[in-house]
């Protein structure tokens, strides 16, 4: 009854306040200063006379000058700053890593929804950060905001995940996409939620089937915008014949739309693969410079965005996603120093020898369609209970 439903939910709350950290985003002005002083420090690089404002090589010259011109004379840290400390943060100690998130609490907390979600925990990827969920975050927790029925709000929890944003960088090897699952189960326990969905992006679509299996009693369901697995799961053998099928006769063995949506991962591997293999590789080697040069940052992650963004034109990033939430990213990144402990993730997941993953049985929806890999339904089926 929604006594025992308001009852459960102060309960949650008072265990949350006795875990939970309050924080706040803040860095000596010193810091800052330190920042504009290498930014007006840059040295560039030249360019191809013939390649001016060609892509294929990276980012063009003018595109990162302008970047960096933006970055020191025209953003404005301290209105970014007061726009991220307007949500709510907070740290906990797990497994003696200070873990950060951000959170939203809902509008409305419905009796007539005893089976409802509490809360969505949403996990990022690389070279993003909690910060990516900012504007969504407020609709998950309002729906009457795009017009949906208030009772269907719930909170929506949005960590750093481990060596990322303002959680602690591990300081040993061993972190792996199931282990930081792991971490986020206690996370959410830590907050007092005892029902709950998750949501993934990029390596959080790997990290949340990790919280799925691992917390299948209060983990009610799973969203992911990617699948980034072998086609038959627990089976070499009939991995290795799909894929045969797919390169020795697609046409025979899949449909037009299938093909469709597979064969971007051709050109991803053939032209934006880079950063992976050295991130899988060598992440330390690239991180001197990395962690060095404000440029340096902007030019490895900016390029990135560009290629993914939904449009022909790379250079229409900085429109399409904004000029100020891509420099809020590479200020997360920048002055918490940490771009070497999120490449590591690439580096911990090529060498972590894991069993083939566990079949999700809960609830699983997912939107992959922009993905630059859409495997069949048939694949995917193997892993997840789709719905």
Known sequence: ?????????????IIALATCEPFVIDYPSSSYDDLLSRLGRTRFPDELEDMKGN????????????????????????????????FEHGKIM?????????????????SSHNNYPQALLALHGWPGSFYEFHKISRFIADPSLVGLDPSLSMDIICPSVPGFGFSDAPKKSGYHTRKIGGIMVKLMKE???????????????????????????HCIGMHVTGVYTPPIRGSSFWTVVELAKLYVAPRFFFSEIEIERMMPILKYAAHDLGYVIQQSQQPQTVSYGLTDSPAGLAGWIVEKYASW????????VLSIIGRDDLITTLMIYWMNANIVSSTRLYYEEAHANLDAPEFVVQPVAGCLIKDVFVPPRRWVESYYNIT
């Not at 063009?60 to 404005?76: A, E, Q, R």
């Open 191 to 217: 907050l007092g939620y005892k029902k709950y969905l998750v949501h993934g992006g990029d390596f959080g679509s790997v990290i949340a089937p990790a919280v799925a299996n691992i917390d299948r009693q």
């Open 1 to 13: 009854d929604m006594r025992s439903s308001l009852c459960q939910w102060f309960l949650c709350a």
């Open 55 to 86: 892509w294929s090589m990276g980012i063009p010259l003018d595109m990162m000058k302008d970047i960096v011109s933006y970055w020191k004379d025209d953003y404005d840290w301290n209105k970014q700053k007061d726009y991220l400390n307007s």
């Open 94 to 110: 797990i497994d003696g890593l200070n873990i950060h998130y951000m959170r939203v609490v809902a509008r409305t907390r419905s």
């Open 309 to 316: 963004v939904e449009s022909k034109q790379p250079q229409e």
